[in-house]
Structures are given as C-alpha cells and as structure tokens.
C-alpha cells in the first residue's frame, strides 16, 4: 500500500512540474496577443501571484491534501478506505460548488464540475470494491489536473480573475492616491436605472446576473423582493463562493455591488480585492468608477446590447 501511495505522490509531483513549464509556454503564447496596456497589468499580476507563492502555493496545497489522505489510508489500512474517505469528505464542497455553476452556467466551470463528480465517483467505487484496477480511478485524476493548471488556470485565474476582473480594471483607471482603502460603502442613485425597474424587477436583474455569470464577470447573485446583491469573480473562486454563502464569516472578505428597486447601486471592495490592484488608489473614487460601470452595463444588457454590457465591466470599453 505505502509503495502504492509514494508512487501516486511521486506522479503528482511529476506531473505539476511538467504542467507548470506548460503553462508557462502557453502563457507566453497568449501573451504575444495582448495589446501593450493588458501585457503591462498581466506582467504587474503576475508579480503580485509571484510574490504571494505562485505556483508553488498551489503546488503545496495540493501535495499537501494528498499527504493527509495517503496518512487516513495508513491509518485506515487500506488505500481503498482512504479513497473512499476522500470521495465523502468531497462531495460537500462539490455539492456546494454546483450549486454556483449551475447558476452562472459557465462553460469552463461546468468542465471543471464534470470532472470533479466523475473522479468522485470513481474514488468511491474504488473504496467500496466496484472498481479494482487502481489506475481507472487514477490516469483520469492526472488527465483532470492537467487540464486544470494548462487551461483553466490560464483561462479563468490569469484572464479573468487577476487582471481582468471588475474590481482590477476600475482601479486601472484612478490617478488619485488619497486617503487608501476604507470600509464604508459608496453608494449613487440611478434615476435612469430606476425608471427601467418599474416592473418586472427580478426578472430584469436576474436576466443580467445570468449574462455576467455566464462571463464569469459574478460568481453569484441573491435577489429578494426589492433589492438584488451581485459577487464579482476577483480571485480565489472557491473561497469567494464560500463566504458568500456563510455571510457571517465574509462579511468583510468579498466585494459586493447592491442594486434596489429604486436604482440605489451600492458598492463594497474588500480589502483583499483592494490590494490586488497593487497601488493605493482613492477608495471611494474606485468604488465610485465601478458604480458608474455596473450602471452603463445593466442599463446596456437590459436594452438588448449584452456583448457592451460584458466589454464595460472587463474595462474593455469606457462607461
């Protein structure tokens, strides 16, 4: 069992280190497509994701999870029973994780989401004797975490989540450097916006979080009955989506932008989302820009013109 497990381990480290020159290839590749404004703020993210582990953080986090579960099969007995305590301790997250792609219905994330449930299930049947030959469960494991670091990372963490989201690109924008970040809200009124929302409220609102989600622009949207809140994808999906369900504890940890019956958009960064922009910049000023952003693209979308609205709130093109 234990050559079995440190044979597994020593793939896995392998095969990281193979996807991370990869990527890094790849990476290159897409960067020789960048106008010069996105090749300058991908060059300062990628600084910050350096300086903050990288890679190597990933690599850690994950070699690490395998350490503990190659110590619950010692401890078990069995590679069968450590597999199947992994396929159980799994399916929470990956329940609480389809409940967010099924909303948004992103393509990359439903990938991901496939993937995941199958390898879950394989690992259980692996665990409870349906499957014997050990490499069913683990060649589509490696295949998954291939596809992973070369294309979803590439795709959603770099294009998207460090320099491209909402929260970045607005920041990009400010020359003020006064006062740094604060934790009130800033809020403006819509007048325009509220005339759109005299009727069917939710139907409009949730018509626009679907768009974005789809984008990958919001991870999640709540509506009630005379306000909606939306969750801009910034970083670290996985964890946004869990403070954004127990509120309590990301009270402070994720931005957010409020949208009532009356036009009132609110918007709150968190100051983890604040730092990624990587200069102090005015925070009222740049909630401020992404108040004014979030405005032109909802009344754009509910006007019919869906592919402005996704351009304004990737900064692509001026509100």
Not at 64 to 85: Q, T
Not at 264 to 286: A, W
């Amino acid at each position: 069992m234990l050559l079995l497990l440190g044979g597994m381990l020593l793939l896995m480290i392998v095969s990281m280190l193979i996807g991370f020159k990869l990527r890094e290839y790849l990476r290159n590749r897409h960067m020789r497509d960048m106008s010069e404004s996105e090749k300058k703020r991908w060059q300062q993210f990628e600084k910050y994701r350096v300086s903050k582990g990288g890679n190597w953080k990933v690599a850690a986090l994950i070699i690490g999870i395998l350490i503990l579960f190659m110590a619950a099969a010692v401890i078990l007995g069995s590679a069968r029973k450590g597999f199947l305590l992994l396929a159980i301790l799994v399916i929470p997250l990956l329940l609480v994780h389809a409940g967010f792609v099924f909303k948004t219905k992103n393509r990359d994330q439903i990938i991901s989401l496939i993937f995941s449930l199958l390898l879950c299930a394989g690992y259980g049947l692996y665990g409870v004797g349906v499957i014997n030959n050990f490499y069913i469960v683990v060649v589509p494991f490696f295949i998954f975490l291939c596809w992973w670091m070369l294309f979803k990372m590439k795709g959603e963490q770099e294009a998207t989540a460090l320099y491209g989201n909402l929260v970045v690109t607005a920041g990009m924008d400010i020359d003020s450097q006064m006062n740094g970040y604060s934790q009130r809200p800033f809020s403006k009124e819509s007048v325009e916006i509220k005339n759109m929302l005299n009727k069917n409220f939710k139907n409009k609102v949730d018509n626009f979080g679907k768009t974005m989600g789809k984008e990958l622009i919001f991870m999640d949207w709540k509506i009630n009955e005379n306000d909606a809140i939306f969750y801009p994808v910034t970083a670290y999906l996985m964890i946004a989506q869990f403070y954004s369900i127990f509120l309590s504890l990301g009270k402070d940890k994720i931005s957010w932008i409020k949208l009532n019956s009356e036009g009132k958009i609110t918007v709150f960064v968190s100051k983890g989302d604040y730092d990624r922009i990587l200069e102090e910049v005015t925070y009222h000023t740049l909630c401020r820009i992404i108040a004014e952003r979030f405005e032109r693209a909802f009344i754009e979308s509910a006007t019919g013109n869906k592919e402005n609205a996704i351009k304004i709130l990737r900064g692509e093109i001026n509100a």
